[in-house]
Every structure is written in structure tokens, then in C-alpha cells.
């Protein structure tokens, strides 16, 4: 994810995940990784794999929360007027 957020600047995040280790690739620089690298640089990340991939899940969820917020009020807004019309 690029920040933003706008709906063209979602990119996919490929993950290789073994018991070991992580390994991401993408075409595109990810934000997501970015924040767990700097995470883990200050000792603040996460201690194990599925940890990471947690982390990485979260930090994806907490930058796509408004964007699907402001989808949602849209939608209201629009049911809202079908409604209104409507009756």
C-alpha cells in the first residue's frame, strides 16, 4: 500500500512464508514493510514469523480503515437518497 489512501494506490503485497522466515516481493515499494522494518530497527516488532505477517496484516488494515470508512458513507449516502426517492 502506498500511502494516501486512494483506491488507485493499492499494490499487492506477494509473501513467502516459511517457519523460518519472510520473504516479500513486489514491483512497488510497500508501506507496509516499511513500518514493520522500522519497527523492528527500534525493537518494537513483532518476535516471530506469524507475528510478522500479523503485524504486516494489521498495518495494511489500519491504512485501508478510512478509505473503507468513506466507502461505506458513500453507500449510506446513496441508500439514503434511494430511500428518500423512494417513499
Not at 518494537?44 to 505477517?53: F, L
Not at 466507502?71 to 426517492?85: F, K, P, Y
Request: glycine letters at 10%; charged letters at 20%; a negative charge.
Amino acid at each position: 500500500f502506498i500511502p494516501g489512501p486512494e483506491p488507485g494506490d493499492l499494490a499487492s503485497l506477494r509473501l513467502w512464508v516459511t517457519p523460518q522466515g519472510i520473504i516479500s516481493a513486489g514491483r512497488r515499494k510497500s508501506h507496509a514493510a516499511s513500518v514493520l522494518k522500522k519497527q523492528l530497527n527500534a525493537g518494537n516488532g513483532p518476535v516471530s514469523v506469524a507475528g510478522m505477517v500479523t503485524r504486516i496484516l494489521d498495518i495494511l488494515n489500519d491504512a485501508l480503515e478510512p478509505l473503507l470508512q468513506e466507502v461505506d458513507d458513500s453507500l449510506e449516502s446513496i441508500e439514503d437518497a434511494i430511500g428518500t426517492d423512494a417513499g
